[in-house]
């Protein structure tokens, strides 16, 4: 399943290798939509709605200037832990499986 940065990610690689005719298909909502036309340069009128993430507490530079706590939100919601990191933050468990241990890395062995 994809998010807005998955979209917006997708439509940068493929102007960056000159693809210029794209669209999506099932799963696709008109933010998508309007994110992948955004980075083609087009501005539809939906562009009105485009978020400005600047003063966001998880995305935007106000978040950069946040306290431990919120560092810790914004690493999970950006997905900048790995699933050993979430288990150390008491996140995960050994006793249940999450969509994470499937990307878990290897064990360390002393």
Do not use: W
């Not at 696709?28 to 003063?55: C, D, H, I, T, W």
């Not at 249940?96 to 002393?110: F, Q, R």
């Amino acid at each position: 399943m994809c998010n807005r940065s998955d979209i917006h990610r997708f439509a940068e690689e493929a102007s960056a290798i000159g693809v210029e005719y794209v669209g999506l298909c099932c799963g696709n909502a008109a933010n998508f939509m309007r994110e992948l036309a955004e980075v083609y340069g087009r501005k539809p009128a939906a562009s009105k709605y485009s978020p400005n993430l600047q003063n966001n507490i998880i995305f935007g530079e106000a978040g950069k200037k946040g306290n431990k706590e919120n560092d810790k939100i914004r690493k999970f919601s950006v997905g900048e832990y790995s699933a050993n990191d979430l288990t150390k933050l008491r996140m995960g468990s050994a006793s249940k499986t999450t969509a994470l241990d499937d990307h878990a890395e290897a064990p360390e062995h002393a």
